[in-house]
């Protein structure tokens, strides 16, 4: 399943480097991209697993981003 995820407040291209590299390690995650310049995040993952793998990308991000607002 592959779902799209607008980003708020995303403030540089490391930083989006860093989280699409730590999505890309979560469990049923099969690829990830975050794009500083769209502002966009697009993650394929296990359709079952979805609701799981998003409280973690979540977390994530916010490790990295603590300003980084999600739109679900």
Same mark, same amino acid.
């Given at each position: 399943?592959?779902?799209?995820?607008?980003? +708020?407040?995303?403030?540089?291209?490391?930083?989006?480097?860093? %989280?699409?590299?730590?999505? !890309?390690?979560?469990?049923? *995650? /099969?690829?990830?991209?975050?794009s500083f310049m769209t502002q966009?995040?697009? +993650?394929?993952?296990?359709?079952d697993q979805f609701d799981?793998? %998003?409280?973690?990308?979540? !977390?994530?991000?916010?490790? *990295? /981003?603590?300003?980084?607002?999600?739109?679900?």
């Open positions: 399943m592959k779902k799209k995820f607008k980003l +708020i407040d995303l403030d540089c291209a490391n930083c989006a480097a860093k %989280m699409e590299d730590a999505i !890309k390690k979560i469990d049923g *995650v /099969e690829d990830a991209n975050v966009k995040m697009t +993650i394929i993952a296990e359709e799981r793998i %998003m409280q973690e990308v979540v !977390k994530v991000c916010n490790k *990295v /981003e603590p300003d980084c607002q999600i739109v679900l």
